[in-house]
């Protein structure tokens, strides 16, 4: 049985009219450069969509890897992108993982699967406004991106320096480079030498066969169990956030909050990206949208380690 504090859940539906004066108040403060590519048309991709379902079985699929066509800006030039059927309906929200994908975005394979859209990783940021960021599990920098997008300096790591490069290589695209210290290493041995106003984890969730759980467990995170994660996280900041998986259970989530002594404050949000249920949000500790001013840590532009 859920406490009270958890029973009023909150649905934040990136599509609808709130979110949208949101993202529109949030361009006209920091407007973006016009993208120097364009891509096949919507009508193309609808008849790349329908040959697939058509044409091509799933038995087929697994043996060959789909080429898609991405046009330049001057006409005759093409590139090509080879995407793996495991990752093909994903290239196809591209723009809702990364809107400035067409620009020169780079993600590995098991990039385009966990990154958070991007939609869902502005309002994270905008959670936290004002204070530094540990991004603990960063991959190709989509969540690191929006923080340092929001004048927020950021640690961004990342155990893999495959993705730690791919995540420099994004935040380059969007010009956030030099808010951002990329790590490569492993958090766990990181975390005490770490300090921060919030820590954010976003840990892999185990793939896209996640969503066959009825029940998602702590103990299915990875690379360790959610209660290992959550009491790391704690030796730098009370203040954490969680982006969780849709079909978290909510009962153990709830218990994270009395680690700590006195419990931590908890807020639970469902995260939707075109009426689709994307994932949960869960805000340990205080979390004010309306901080005026840079907190210490940041007047140096640095954030500040043990």
């Keep these: 049985m859920l406490s009270e504090q958890m029973k009023s859940i909150r649905s934040f539906d ?3 009219s709130a979110e949208s004066s949101l993202t529109e108040s949030y361009a006209a403060r920091r407007p973006l450069p016009a993208a120097n590519w364009r891509t096949t048309t919507e009508e193309d991709e609808e008849k790349q969509q329908q040959a697939v379902q058509a044409g091509l079985g799933a038995h087929h699929l697994k043996k060959k890897r789909k080429r898609v066509n991405l046009k330049r800006g001057r006409v005759g030039e093409r590139q090509e992108v080879t995407v793996s059927p495991l990752v093909e309906k994903y290239w196809f929200q591209r723009y809702k993982l990364f809107s400035r994908y067409d620009v020169g975005i780079r993600m590995d394979e098991e990039g385009w699967y966990s990154v958070t859209p991007e939609e869902i990783a502005i309002r994270h940021a905008e959670k936290c406004r004002g204070r530094t960021v540990i991004d603990c ?3 190709v920098g989509g969540n690191a991106i929006q923080f340092a997008r929001m004048c927020y300096y950021v640690v961004a790591i990342d155990i893999d320096p ?4 791919l995540a420099l290589h994004n935040a380059k695209i969007y010009g956030v480079e030099d808010c951002i210290d990329f790590i490569s290493g492993d958090f766990f041995q990181l975390a005490p030498s770490l300090k921060a106003d919030i820590v954010y984890i976003s840990p892999p969730w185990g793939g896209p066969s996640y969503k066959n759980i009825q029940n998602f467990t702590l103990d299915l995170l990875k690379p360790k ?3 290992s994660l959550f009491q790391v996280a704690q030796v730098i900041t009370p203040n954490i956030i969680m982006f969780l ?3 978290i259970d909510l009962n153990q989530v ?3 909050s009395w680690l700590s002594s006195p419990p931590l404050e908890i807020e639970i949000e469902k995260n939707y990206v075109d009426g689709n249920f994307k994932g949960i949000t869960v805000y340990f500790g205080r979390f004010e949208s309306d901080v005026s001013g840079l907190p210490s840590s940041l007047e140096d532009g640095s954030v500040s380690k043990g």
């Excluded at 495959?162 to 490069?165: D, F, N």
């Design 162 to 165: 495959q993705k730690v490069a």
């Design 225 to 227: 169990d959610g209660y």
């Design 137 to 139: 599990f960063a991959g």
């Design 245 to 247: 998986p849709r079909n």
């Design 254 to 256: 709830e218990e994270l």
């Design 14 to 16: 990136l599509k609808k």
